[in-house]
């Protein structure tokens, strides 16, 4: 996080992704970012630790019901999440049009996958060239 925030260079694909998101919400990674938005570096770094203290409180409760889910067929949890992925699109505007792009976007996805072609690069120049 220190890369991007400080010198607005992304070290992995998710750090890619938040990069887009901040210059979406127009705050530009930098070094300048730390004295002209100063309230939004401490509310980041707060919301990042708050996030590990919930997470460990919910991890050391309900790790012997989170194992459980190791023995369920990973086609059955993709299944789960694909209807589910679905059922959301839907839910959003109340129109199958919406369920059928992200039906579409599912199938650019697989075939992607097949083809080892990374996901993350067409994206970013997506949002890139929206937002820009």
Same mark, same amino acid.
């Given at each position: 996080?220190?890369?991007? !925030?400080?010198?607005?260079?992304?070290?992995?694909?998710?750090?890619?992704?938040?990069?887009?998101?901040? +210059?979406?919400?127009?705050?530009?990674?930098?070094?300048?970012?730390?004295?002209?938005?100063?309230?939004?570096?401490?509310?980041?770094?707060?919301?990042?630790?708050? +996030?590990?203290?919930?997470?460990?409180?919910?991890?050391?409760?309900?790790?012997?019901?989170?194992?459980?889910?190791?023995?369920?067929?990973?086609?059955?949890?993709?299944?789960?999440? !694909?209807?589910?992925?679905?059922?959301?699109?839907?839910?959003?505007?109340?129109?199958?049009?919406?369920?059928?792009?992200?039906?579409?976007?599912?199938?650019?996805?697989?075939?992607?996958?097949?083809?080892?072609?990374?996901?993350?690069?067409?994206?970013?120049?997506?949002?890139?060239?929206?937002?820009?």
């Amino acid at each position: 996080m220190i890369p991007l !925030l400080a010198f607005g260079i992304p070290a992995d694909a998710l750090m890619a992704m938040l990069l887009a998101v901040f +210059m979406v919400h127009n705050y530009i990674p930098g070094p300048t970012l730390f004295a002209e938005r100063p309230e939004f570096i401490s509310g980041l770094y707060i919301s990042l630790f708050m +996030m590990n203290v919930i997470v460990f409180l919910y991890l050391s409760v309900a790790t012997r019901w989170i194992v459980n889910l190791t023995r369920i067929r990973g086609r059955f949890i993709g299944a789960f999440i !694909l209807v589910l992925g679905f059922i959301g699109s839907y839910s959003q505007n109340y129109q199958f049009s919406d369920a059928l792009i992200a039906l579409g976007f599912a199938v650019f996805g697989y075939m992607l996958r097949k083809n080892d072609i990374p996901a993350v690069p067409i994206i970013l120049g997506w949002c890139w060239g929206r937002y820009s």
